[in-house]
């Protein structure tokens, strides 16, 4: 099964960290990251920019409303997410729970919707057919 577990971080916190002291976290994220490719259980990964740097689209009264940052009432921001390959969720905990990046804030584990992976699959493959004619 897949899951997408998402990170969240502080991010005044994490900027009053010395930075040799986070860049070696960053590196144990990224080594427990390796062991997860070798075991075969991570699928991909984004790391994401400051949340001042990002923009929340919404519909009101007909419109999309463009409004800076997230609309989060939390001092945590997701700071990124990673896609992995896990038996069932118990197995994504634990595989999660390993990961040096809990030490700077949650991670969130969900299961992905393959029902509509499974659409998205489709009309990929329906347009890429469309493209080849």
Known sequence: MKYV????????????IPQEE???MMDECFAYDD?????GHFIGG????????AVTLRMKAGQVEVTDGPFAETKETLGGILLLEARDLNHAIALMSKHPGVKMGPFEIRPANE?????????AAAIAKQSQS
């Open 5 to 16: 577990c998402l990170g969240f971080y502080d991010e005044a916190r994490f900027a009053q």
């Open 22 to 24: 986070a860049l070696k």
């Open 35 to 39: 062991e997860l490719r070798r075991g």
């Open 46 to 53: 984004e790391a994401l920019d400051s949340a001042r740097n």
């Open 115 to 123: 029902a509509i992976h499974q659409i998205y699959a489709e009309r």
